[in-house]
C-alpha cells in the first residue's frame, strides 16, 4: 500500500511541550506512519497509509489534546495569509496593551514606594481587584483554554504553569481582598498581590507579541518566492494575443514575453530570443542569453528582447512550485539536534510542576514569615521563570533562516537533517560528465596539416561531412561550425565506417574523417602530427582526423569540457580541509587527465553506472562522512547511499529526488557554500540550545530562593516573566542574526 504525505497549520501551539504532545496524540493514530511537528511554522508533516487515515482522525487526533488543526481549509493566498497574520498580531497588541495599563495601575498603586504617589482610588483593594480581573479572564483566556484541555488529557504545557502560577497569585490577592480578617488571624498582613499577576500575563502576551513578530521574519524567503509569481500570461489563442490569469494557461499554450516582463510559467522558447535575468533561482545575478529550443523558468525576469515560448510546466508543476514546496518542507522538518531539546522538553513542564510543589513546601515550613506569602511567591516564579518556549525555538528557527538563506543562494536543502549533516563532511566524490564537466563534448583544437586549408575551412569540412552522422561527436562539430557562422556544403556517397569515423564526396573530392585506424586503413601518413595526437589524448582529448585526396589535411580535437565554476568550487572545498573524489566510466588516461588538471589525486576510472553506490559505500566504511555530487539517473543511487547526496540542478528529475540537497543555480561553487552554510546553521543553532538551556538551568534555582540564605536575594515573579519572554525572543533574533552572515 502506497504512503501519503500531507502538511497541515495547528493553532493554539506555544511551547515545545506542546510539541511534544501533538506529535505522541498524532503517532497514536492507527496507520500514521511518522509524524512531526514544527514548533517555529505551527505546522504538522504526517506521513500515513490513506487506506487507514482520514482528515477526520487527524483533526480528532489534534483536538482531543486542546489544539485546532487547519486540515480541510482550502489553501490561503499569500495576501490572505499576510492578513491573517497581522489581524492576530493586532488581536495580541490590544490585549497587551489592556494588560499592561490596568496592571501598571495596580503596581502604582501597591508596590512600596510607588505607592505613595498614587491616588486613593488605587490603593483599594476592591479597584484592584476590578482591574485585574478582565487581565485575569479575559486577556489570558487562550492559557486557562489550552490548560484545562491539556489537563484533561493528563499534559501539561506552558499554558498550565502560567495559567497555575497567576491563578494563584490572583486568588491569593482576590482572598485577602475579600476576607482580610481570615489572613490577619494567622498574622499576615492583608496585601494582595494582583500586580504580580496581572503584570505577568501583560509581559508574557508582549513577550509572544515580539516572538510572533521575530518568528514571521524567518519565513520571509517563501513569501518572497511566492511573490515572485507572475499573475498573468499573454497567450496566442485563435491568432490572437489575449491576457489571461496565471491560473488559466494549460500545458501547449504559445505565450508571448516582452522586454521587463516576467515570464509567467515554464516552457521551451519557439522564436525570438532575449536576455534573461534567472537570479531568482540560481542567484546568480548576470543575465543568460536565450534563444530558440533553450528552456524558460516561470517567474523569471525577461530582460531585452521579446520572445514565444510553448508552456510545458504549470501551477504546481513549475520549478518556482516546486522550490517553495522544498523549502516549506525543509523548514517544517526536523534536525536530529532538536531530538535533544524534544527530550528534555517531554519531561520538563512535569518536573517544574514538582519543583514549584517542592519550592512551596520547603518555604511554607522553613521560611521566614509570613511563611505563607514567601512560598506563594515563590513557587509563582518557578512557574513563570520554567518556559520552555526558548528551547522549542532554538533549532527550528535558525533551521527556517539556514535553509531560506540558501534557498537565496540557488541551493535547495531537502529537509533539516541534511542541513545538519553537511557541515560533517569529509569526503565527498564527484562524478564527472555532467557535474565537473559540461557533459556536451565541444572542439578545443583545430590544427591544419595543410597550408592551403585555414582552420574554417577545415571546420567546414569536418562538419559538413558529419552533419549526416548521428555520432556525439558530430554534434560537437557541426555546432562549431554553427557559432562560427560556417555555412556547411551537401556531401555526397555519405558512409559511415563503425568504430573509425566517416567518408564521402564534396566538391568532387574524397573526403575521409575519423580515427587513427581509418587513417591507417586508407594509407593516409599521419607521422607529422602523432605527437601532438599524443599529448592531445594524453590531456583528456578525442581527435579526429581529416584526409583529402588520401593526403592528411589536418586534426579537430573534442572534449567534454571542464565547467568555469569547477577549479574555485574544488579549491573552496580543499580549503575547508574535505578531500575530493572523482568518479567516471572514462578510461584511466582521460580520468586522470582531467583529475590532474583539477588538482584531484584520487580518482576512480573505469567504473560502470551500477557501481558507483559500491564505491560510495567503501569510502564510507573508511569511517568517513561522504556527500556524493551528480546530475545523471545513474547517479541516484550513489546519490541516496551517501550520507548527503547533492544533485546539479541541470540534472535529471530522479537524481533531482534521491539527493538532499540541489544545486538549482549549478554553481559547483555552491557545494562548499552549503557547508559553510550548515557549519553556521549548526554554530547557530548551539548557541540559541546553551542560551535557552543554560537560562532554565541558572534561573530556575534562583527563582526557587537558592540565593536567600546567602544573600536575602529573592526573584520577583514581575522580572522572572520578564526574562522568560526575553529568553524566548532573543532565541529568535539569534536565528535571524544568520541572514547577515557572509556565506560565499
Known amino acids: 500500500m502506497g504512503q501519503s504525505k500531507k502538511t497541515f497549520s495547528i493553532k493554539g501551539m506555544h511551547c515545545t511541550s506542546c510539541v511534544m504532545i501533538l506529535e505522541h496524540s498524532l503517532k497514536k493514530v492507527d496507520g500514521v506512519l511518522q509524524a512531526t511537528v514544527n514548533f517555529a511554522t505551527e505546522k504538522a508533516t504526517v506521513t500515513y497509509d490513506p487506506a487507514k487515515v482520514t482528515d477526520e482522525k487527524l483533526f480528532s487526533a489534534v483536538s482531543n489534546v486542546g489544539y485546532q488543526a487547519l486540515i480541510t481549509e482550502e489553501i490561503k493566498t499569500e495576501d490572505n495569509e499576510q492578513k491573517e497574520k497581522q489581524q492576530e498580531l493586532y488581536n495580541l497588541r490590544i490585549k497587551v496593551t489592556i494588560s499592561l495599563i490596568l496592571g501598571g495601575l495596580i503596581l502604582w498603586g501597591s508596590f512600596p514606594g510607588l505607592i505613595k504617589t498614587a491616588p486613593m482610588i488605587l490603593q483599594n483593594f476592591w479597584v484592584q481587584l476590578l482591574l485585574a480581573t478582565p487581565v485575569q479572564f479575559w486577556a489570558s483566556f487562550s492559557f486557562y483554554r489550552t490548560a484545562i484541555s491539556a489537563l484533561k488529557h493528563r499534559t501539561a504545557n506552558m499554558d498550565t504553569l502560567v495559567a497555575i502560577g497567576t491563578t494563584a497569585a490572583y486568588g491569593y490577592s482576590a482572598f485577602v481582598t475579600m476576607l482580610p480578617d481570615v489572613v490577619e488571624k494567622i498574622s499576615i498582613e492583608p496585601s494582595p498581590y494582583f500586580d504580580v499577576a496581572t503584570i505577568i500575563i501583560g509581559l508574557i502576551l508582549l513577550g509572544r507579541y515580539f516572538e510572533a513578530k521575530a518568528k514571521a521574519g524567518t519565513s520571509e524567503t517563501i513569501k518572497k518566492l511566492i511573490g515572485l509569481q507572475a499573475k498573468t500570461a499573454r497567450v496566442l489563442r485563435n491568432n490572437k494575443e489575449i491576457d489571461v490569469p496565471i491560473n488559466k494557461v494549460i500545458i501547449g499554450d504559445i505565450i ?37 529550443g533553450d528552456i524558460v523558468v516561470g517567474a523569471t525576469m525577461n530582460k531585452t528582447g521579446t520572445f514565444t515560448f510553448k ?112 557541515h560533517k563532511i569529509k569526503t565527498i566524490i564527484f562524478d564527472k560528465t555532467g557535474t565537473l564537466t559540461k557533459g556536451q563534448p565541444e572542439v578545443t583544437d583545430i590544427i591544419t596539416a595543410n597550408p592551403l586549408i585555414s582552420k574554417d575551412e577545415l571546420l567546414k569540412l569536418a562538419g559538413s561531412i558529419e552533419k549526416g552522422s548521428e555520432h556525439s561527436l558530430a554534434e560537437a562539430i557541426v555546432k562549431a561550425a554553427e557559432v562560427r557562422k560556417i555555412t556547411l556544403s551537401k556531401v555526397e556517397k555519405f558512409q559511415a565506417i563503425p568504430g573509425y569515423g566517416v567518408e564521402g564526396i564534396l566538391n568532387g573530392d574524397k573526403i575521409i574523417f575519423g580515427n587513427k585506424r581509418l587513417m591507417d586503413k586508407k594509407n593516409i601518413d599521419i607521422t607529422s602530427v602523432s605527437n601532438g595526437i599524443g599529448k592531445m589524448e594524453n590531456s583528456g582529448k578525442t581527435v579526429m582526423i581529416l584526409g583529402i585526396k588520401n593526403k592528411l589535411a589536418g586534426l579537430i580535437a573534442v572534449a567534454d569540457i571542464i565547467k568555469e565554476s569547477a577549479q574555485e568550487g574544488l579549491l573552496a572545498l580543499q580549503k575547508l580541509g574535505i578531500e575530493i573524489v572523482m568518479i567516471t566510466g572514462d578510461n584511466k588516461t582521460t580520468a586522470n587527465a582531467i583529475g590532474h588538471s583539477l588538482g584531484i589525486s584520487r580518482i576512480l576510472a573505469e567504473v560502470l553506472p551500477d557501481q558507483k553506490e559500491a564505491e560510495v559505500r567503501k569510502i564510507q566504511a573508511e569511517g568517513k562522512i561522504v556527500a556524493m555530487v551528480g546530475d545523471g539517473i545513474n547517479d541516484a543511487p550513489a546519490l ?69 540564605p546567602f544573600f536575602h536575594i529573592l526573584l520577583n515573579p514581575i522580572f522572572a516573566s520578564v526574562a522568560m519572554a526575553t529568553s524566548s525572543v532573543s532565541v529568535v533574533l539569534n536565528s535571524l542574526l544568520l541572514k547577515r552572515k557572509k556565506i560565499t
Not at 534567472?278 to 530558440?292: A, L, Q
Open 640 to 708: 541516496a547511499a551517501a550520507d548527503v547526496g547533492i544533485a546539479m540542478g541541470s540534472g535529471t528529475d530522479v537524481a533531482i529526488e534521491a539527493a538532499d540537497i540541489t544545486l538549482v543555480n549549478k554553481d559547483l561553487k555552491s557545494v562548499a557554500t552549503a557547508i559553510i552554510l550548515s557549519k553556521k546553521t549548526m554554530r547557530t543553532i548551539r548557541t540559541n540550545l546553551v542560551w535557552a538551556f543554560g537560562y532554565n538551568i541558572i534561573l530556575i534555582p534562583v527563582a526557587m530562593g537558592a540565593l536567600y
Open 256 to 292: 508571448r514575453v516582452r522586454p521587463g516582463e516576467k515570464i509567467p510559467v515554464d516552457g521551451i522558447i519557439t522564436s525570438g530570443e532575449s536576455s534573461i535575468n534567472e537570479s531568482m533561482i540560481t542567484g546568480e545575478s548576470m543575465p543568460v542569453n536565450k534563444t530558440g
Open 311 to 422: 508552456a510545458t510546466k504549470i501551477g504546481q508543476e513549475t520549478m518556482l512550485a516546486q522550490i517553495i514546496k522544498l523549502v516549506q518542507e525543509a523548514q517544517g522538518s526536523k534536525a536530529p539536534i532538536q531530538r535533544l531539546a524534544d527530550l528534555v522538553s517531554s519531561y520538563f513542564v512535569p518536573t517544574v510542576i514538582m519543583l514549584a510543589i517542592l519550592t512551596f513546601a520547603i518555604w511554607y515550613n522553613f521560611g521566614p514569615t509570613p511563611t505563607l506569602l514567601f512560598a506563594l511567591l515563590n513557587t509563582v516564579a518557578v512557574l513563570i521563570i520554567a518556559c520552555p518556549c526558548a528551547m522549542g525555538l532554538a533549532t527550528p528557527t535558525a533551521i527556517m533562516v539556514g535553509t531560506g538563506k540558501g534557498a537565496e543562494h540557488g541551493i535547495l536543502i531537502k529537509d533539516a537533517e541534511s542541513l545538519e549533516t553537511a
